[in-house]
């Protein structure tokens, strides 16, 4: 999951950074320094989001990459 990516599937859901960061498990700040690339997405946090959002088919992911996002 990219940085892109990432902020594609909050604006998707149409919730703000400290929203999303509730809904997942995380703190605001994470959700924010993700998304400006100051902070790797880690493999926990990737997961941790992914199955919040029924993802772990890659499905999404895999959409992102054939729009080149």
Known sequence: MT???L???????GLTQA???RGVGMAPG???K???DLMPISTANRAKILRHYDLLDEGFL?????MKV
Do not use: G, H, P, V
């Not at 895999?62 to 054939?66: G, H, L, S, T």
């Open 3 to 5: 940085r892109k990516q």
């Open 7 to 13: 902020k594609l599937l909050r604006l998707y859901t």
């Open 19 to 21: 929203e999303f960061a």
């Open 30 to 32: 994470t959700i924010a």
């Open 34 to 36: 993700m998304e400006a």
């Open 62 to 66: 895999a959409f992102c990459e054939r």
